[in-house]
């Protein structure tokens, strides 16, 4: 029943269920009656065994190559880079009292550039714009005095290619110490294994997964954190800023899986 809910209710990959349930099965084969809770807790642990390392602290800024870290955002379009940016910008200060600095980069969209304007208003932080990749460089230079400098990207179809070479070459100029792959958990199997594919060609360190609380299905999103092999930097879970983001963690992901409820 549990190998059915999980390749039927929750999309993960039949292949991974079968063999998630069958070593479950043996590692209780010398139980005489194990219990349903024993079985789901020895499947969540299979789970959590197929994912990457948890990052202790995805909010741990240690110095980067050229001073002040510099972390970019990638992804499709749609996925919620910008808000989830702000989120991030907004708990860097708030909770950790660093100086935080922003690279606007999305000029596609003028809405995304007064959007986060607007934020870093609010909380005081100092925003450059990027329209080109010779402007990432500068932009990031200028924020020289910052501990942490956030890059939020424009969003690329993952079917244009052309775009996603733009995208390396920004990236190129504006030489990230970590970039986070941003996807939204309501995308469907194939939807995630392109997007991974296409911006994972631009290199890719970590991933945050948005929108857990419009999600139908969790299953795919420990395949493809899986088969990625990078761990979840953040989960989001609502609009609200600073709110309604937590850290990446394999066994949380496993119990939505499972059927926890998003919070």
Do not use: W
Not at 65 to 89: D, E, S
Not at 191 to 204: M, Q
Request: aromatic content about 4%; hydrophobic content about 45%; some cysteine.
């Amino acid at each position: 029943d549990i190998e059915i809910g999980l390749e039927d209710a929750q999309d993960l990959d039949p292949e991974l269920a079968s063999r998630l349930v069958s070593d479950a099965a043996r590692q209780l084969e010398s139980a005489a009656a194990p219990s349903i809770e024993s079985v789901r807790s020895a499947v969540l642990d299979g789970l959590v065994a197929v994912m990457p390392a948890d990052r202790p602290d995805p909010f741990e800024m240690l110095p980067g190559r050229h001073g002040p870290r510099r972390i970019a955002f990638v992804g499709p379009t749609g996925v919620g880079k910008t808000t989830t940016l702000a989120k991030i910008a907004a708990q860097l200060k708030l909770k950790r009292g660093l100086r935080v600095g922003i690279v606007a980069a999305d000029t596609y969209r003028i809405a995304a550039v007064d959007q986060l304007k607007t934020y870093a208003e609010i909380l005081g932080l100092p925003v450059e714009i990027a329209a080109s990749p010779r402007d990432a460089a500068r932009a990031c230079e200028s924020l020289s005095d910052v501990d942490v400098i956030l890059i939020d990207t424009a969003g690329r179809s993952q079917n244009d290619h052309m775009k996603i070479s733009e995208l390396k070459a920004f990236l190129a100029s504006a030489e990230p110490d970590e970039t986070h792959l941003v996807l939204s958990a309501t995308a469907g199997p194939r939807a995630l294994a392109r997007g991974a594919e296409s911006f994972g060609a631009a290199g890719i360190d970590r991933i945050v997964l948005t929108k857990l609380d419009e999600a139908a299905t969790f299953g795919p999103l420990v395949s493809l954190v899986a088969r990625l092999g990078r761990s979840v930097s953040f989960f989001t879970h609502g609009q609200e800023v600073p709110d309604h983001i937590e850290f990446g963690r394999s066994r949380r992901l496993a119990s939505l899986v499972l059927g926890s409820e998003v919070r």
